[in-house]
């Protein structure tokens, strides 16, 4: 494994030695595989690499193949794969699914997998472990590369790459001097509330002009929108700026990115997707908007900026709002502090192995300790157990049901040769279709409204479209509307004259903050003034003491309040998002039960903000001990988070169909139901079923830590302070805009029922009751 | 067991929380859609082998409402099976089940679009049934008076002052109810959907399946 920092030309180091055995043109077939978490990423490499193979003459044909890749060039890519091959995990997976997977990579000799630290945090890289781990078998002279940015635990990433229990050589390479980040000043102050950085508009614009090429990331795709809207409005001097992100056509993504190399733009507004090791030439500023939610991903971004090795390279912060201000301070002081975070990895998950299981079958028949050989030898997986993958082998044979009923219909049986297949061959076509980990949530299409059918502004996701109501207004494809109504799966909009959406953006990578800048925030907290923050966000904190207080480490604030015609009650545990999101399970809960009718919360690693029909007069009881820890018992029952995970995990496994659940046939919706049935249906009749024992392992990884949650309670004793208050505090406000609400489904809903039959059913004319 | 209770047709009948109908006077239990063996035939053709538990749970909700009720008859009023191999395949103990609920009552067994033909179940077997003013059959045909019908799974949205609430619902007017599914495994159609919309006069009600459920204008 080679760790090195951008710029640093790592990703040529890891071709060299295939180029030199390609040199004397001996090689036939596939000689390096290469994998990268991006199409773009392989697109650029592909560029990049052709160039000098071209210029020095070498016989190497070199070809890139992802989900854009066409029909044609496919087939043809099976039947005479090229030397070089660079690819995506999803492709990989589906190229080892196909009966020729053997045929393909017989004589592969490298495979080279590019910034692994990205992969290695997602489900994605657990996928790809796994099929290394078949290469491995198909190829076993395989030797494996891994490419890395800087990481706070290279042996960790190492034991994941490296086959196990194979040792993994180590290179770290001169980390070059420290970038130059500082936040941006700006003569507006940043907003309460909101996330947009909008404010900073004319200051960025100041930069870009300063600079050759400036790249400009947002943390949502939906801000990035609206960012680049008000940014062109501003641009006066019309500078050429464009915008890139995942959710743009891949024809405007191309063009976008071909005006980079070719050094047309003088700057990109730009996502996630812009994220990693892309080589764009003369990058030479970096500006992060909005918080930038982990010190690791703020170290790689600003690795954008100036590709020169030896020079730093300068970044600047922009908060969006005084929270950020906040964070980005504390963001500065770890980043010059070199106090990288990151979360521990934990086992690989069973959804992705059961995939691994079909995949495998797909290819042709196998013998199960064969495959759990070759699985055990990808480090993710090393620790698992016989008896658990014979569950997973049994959920995709049988269903894995205690009552066995699918004995005529299972998917995989046993062959007399002790081997597994297929039942129905044509099951093969599913399985490939189904192939992947990451998950697109339910979309629905927004259109402005309009007698003969409007404009269409984009998509939402249906999770997202279930919280609106009738004059809501939120944001999309850069503009503000407001919800109309629902018409055939359809959200009918009017634009709306309002600046500010009411309700939070719909789309947003969820990235947690790490404890360390919990930590120091807290630290910072404590001061009596503030003289490092600037005078604008000190007056901000100074005026939540005032009106309430100041969260504590040994402390426990909470905030209660009206606003918006609901109450809302404000919990600032800085657990982490998600203990904070534990948190905000049990205590609706626990508000249900004192008939209190919570609606709903949303979590950050800061706080859980609850919003419901009634206030809470009394803050002690919820935080009792022995209730929350009664309520823990019986939450994991029938909550939103666990169904949600379960429709993750399904999917993901196999269980359902990935469009099953928005299946749309033409004979209408009644055909499909919710997996919250199956969800349901699973957990009366086979509570020990493997796909809940999946479902339980996903929540507590992703979601849930009770174990932080005790730990806060037992700092926090019965320090609580309840501050009771008529209206918002300054801390609170962030909180209304932040992304990932999570609905409860209680008695304040029967209520609210209701309340809008009786509403309705007068204004008709109708008798209120039958 | 609380239900709504509304007229219809100028009889006193009322929509359980289970998506039955109850029709006190002439001791009549009405349920549509079970949909009993999805499962299997989903499997049975190739499809994902969802949890095999739907006819169990179908069933136990239904022995619920005939203990609450008593009912003298009840009424399958189509789509009772997924398809009629669905209906073949059952388990002998579900098999049995059926058979100890049925005795001692009429049971009539409307077809439906996914179960047209007879089971090997017992029961009466019909197209369409009349009892009183009411006619009973799977799907609603324009034009009829004082029907119960089922097929399309209705479902309804109220937009509350805080959130959107979607369940299943009765469609009521006054010529028509058009009832809920009742299977475990089954979705819904919204009231707002033409083929709905078109069928129900302007004064419609849904009446929500909630606890307890609650009458709301036909949502459009």
């Not at chain 1, 090195?4 to 030309?9: E, H, I, Q, S």
């Not at chain 1, 279930?466 to 018409?487: M, P, S």
């Not at chain 1, 004192?594 to 800061?606: A, H, I, K, Q, R």
């Not at chain 2, 003013?133 to 097929?151: C, N, V």
């Amino acid at each position: 494994m080679l760790i090195a920092p951008t710029g640093g030309g790592k990703t040529m180091a890891g071709f060299l030695p295939t180029l030199a055995e390609l040199a004397d043109g001996r090689h036939q077939g596939l000689h390096t595989l290469y994998i990268s978490p991006l199409k773009a990423l392989a697109a650029d490499i592909k560029r990049n690499l052709r160039t000098p193979v071209e210029e020095i003459g070498l016989p190497i044909r070199i070809e890139d193949r992802t989900g854009d890749t066409t029909q044609t060039q496919r087939k043809r890519q099976r039947a005479d794969p090229p030397h070089i091959l660079l690819t995506t995990p999803e492709s990989l997976a589906l190229l080892t699914s196909y009966e020729d997977a053997g045929h393909m990579f017989k004589g592969l000799q490298r495979v080279i997998v590019d910034e692994i630290h990205a992969l290695s945090e997602s489900k994605r890289g657990d996928q790809l472990m796994l099929a290394l781990s078949r290469l491995s078998t198909l190829a076993p002279g395989l030797r494996r590369v891994g490419l890395s940015a800087t990481v706070e635990d290279p042996p960790a990433i190492a034991r994941i790459l490296a086959r196990h229990p194979d040792p993994c050589q180590i290179l770290e390479a001169d980390p070059g001097p420290d970038p130059d980040i500082s936040m941006l000043e700006t003569s507006d102050r940043p907003p309460w509330s909101g996330g947009g950085g909008r404010y900073a508009i004319p200051a960025v614009l100041e930069q870009v002009k300063a600079h050759k090429t400036s790249l400009i990331f947002h943390n949502t795709r939906a801000q990035a929108e609206i960012f680049f809207h008000h940014l062109w409005l501003a641009n006066e001097d019309r500078l050429p700026i464009g915008i890139h992100h995942g959710a743009l056509s891949r024809e405007q993504r191309e063009k976008v990115e071909a005006a980079m190399v070719a050094g047309e733009l003088r700057a990109i507004v730009c996502t996630g997707s812009l994220d990693l090791g892309i080589d764009w030439g003369d990058v030479d500023l970096v500006i992060q908007v909005g918080a930038p939610k982990n010190v690791k991903r703020l170290v790689q971004r600003i690795g954008r900026a100036n590709h020169r090795y030896n020079a730093p390279s300068k970044a600047l912060l922009v908060p969006a709002n005084r929270f950020e201000v906040v964070e980005c301070v504390a963001a500065l002081e770890a980043a010059r502090d070199h106090d990288l975070d990151g979360e521990p990895m934990g086992d690989g998950p069973l959804d992705v192995l059961c995939q691994h299981i079909l995949i495998r079958a797909a290819a042709g028949p196998f013998g199960a300790d064969d495959l759990y050989a070759e699985v055990i030898s990808a480090g993710a997986y090393a620790t698992l157990s016989r008896d658990r993958f014979d569950r997973c082998l049994d959920f995709c044979a049988t269903g894995g049901y205690a009552l066995k009923s699918y004995d005529r219909w299972q998917k995989l049986i046993l062959r007399p040769d002790g081997h597994w297949q297929l039942r129905d061959p044509r099951a093969a076509r599913q399985i490939r279709m189904n192939i992947g980990t990451i998950l697109a949530s339910d979309k629905l299409k927004v259109r402005l409204k309009h007698a003969r059918g409007g404009m269409p502004l984009g998509e939402v996701e249906e999770e997202f479209a279930a919280t609106l109501v009738k004059g809501d207004t939120f944001l999309i494809g850069g503009q503000i509307v407001r919800y109309e109504g629902l018409r055939e799966m359809t959200i009918e909009v009017t634009r709306s004259p309002s600046d500010k959406p009411k309700v939070a953006t719909f789309m947003g990578s969820k990235f947690a903050t790490s404890t360390q800048l919990s930590d120091r925030i807290l630290a910072m907290f404590r001061q009596e003034k503030w003289p490092n923050l600037p005078a604008h966000t000190a007056e901000w904190l100074a005026l939540q003491r005032e009106v309430s207080r100041l969260p504590e480490r040994d402390r426990l604030l909470v905030e209660s309040f009206p606003h918006d015609g609901r109450e809302h009650v404000c919990v600032y545990g800085f657990a982490g998002k998600n203990a904070q999101q534990t948190l905000g399970l049990l205590l609706t809960q626990r508000m249900e039960e004192e008939g209190l009718n919570p609606l709903g919360f949303v979590s950050t690693d800061y706080a859980t903000l609850i919003w419901g029909l009634d206030p809470l007069k009394d803050a002690k009881p919820l935080f009792s001990r022995e209730n929350l820890t009664e309520t823990m018992e019986t939450w994991l029952s029938g909550n939103a988070v666990m169904k949600r995970t379960f429709k993750g995990a399904a999917i993901i496994a196999g269980l359902i169909d990935r469009n099953m659940p928005a299946g749309k046939r033409k004979t209408g919706r009644q055909a499909t139901f919710s997996t919250d049935i199956l969800y349901d249906t699973l957990r009366k009749y086979d509570p020990t079923h493997v796909m809940l024992e999946i479902t339980r392992a996903e929540a507590m990884r992703g979601m849930v830590d009770y174990g932080r949650i005790d730990a806060l309670l037992t700092r926090i004793g019965d320090r609580i302070d309840h501050v009771q208050l008529p209206r918002l505090t300054p801390l609170a406000a962030p909180l209304f805009l932040e992304v990932g609400r999570v609905a409860v489904k209680g008695r304040a809903e029967q209520r609210l029922v209701e309340e809008e039959a009786a509403r309705l059913m007068a204004e008709a004319g109708l008798p209120a009751a039958g | 067991m609380n239900g709504y209770s509304f007229t219809f047709a100028g009889l006193q009948l009322e929509a359980l929380r289970s998506g039955a109908l109850w029709w006190e006077a002439e001791s009549v239990l009405c349920v549509s859609d079970l949909h009993l063996g999805k499962s299997e035939r989903m499997a049975r053709r190739g499809g994902p082998m969802l949890p095999p538990y739907e006819v169990r749970d179908t069933l136990i909700r239904l022995e619920d409402d005939l203990t609450a009720k008593a009912p003298q008859t009840v009424i399958c009023l189509g789509d009772s099976f997924d398809d009629l191999a669905a209906a073949d395949a059952l388990s002998d103990e579900m098999t049995a089940w059926l058979a100890t609920l049925m005795a001692g009552r009429r049971w009539i067994w409307i077809e439906g679009n996914h179960d047209a033909g007879p089971v090997g179940l017992g029961g009466t077997h019909l197209s369409s049934f009349r009892a009183g003013p009411l006619s009973f059959r799977h799907i609603a045909e324009p034009g009829e008076k004082h029907e119960i019908s089922g097929h399309y799974h209705p479902k309804a949205k109220v937009l509350t002052r805080a959130r959107n609430v979607t369940r299943p619902c009765f469609l009521t007017d006054e010529t028509r109810v058009i009832m809920p599914a009742y299977g475990t495994y089954t979705g819904g159609l919204h009231s707002h959907d033409a083929a709905l919309a078109g069928l129900m006069s302007p004064g419609a009600t849904a009446i929500l399946l909630s606890d307890p459920p609650v009458r709301v204008p036909m949502p459009r």
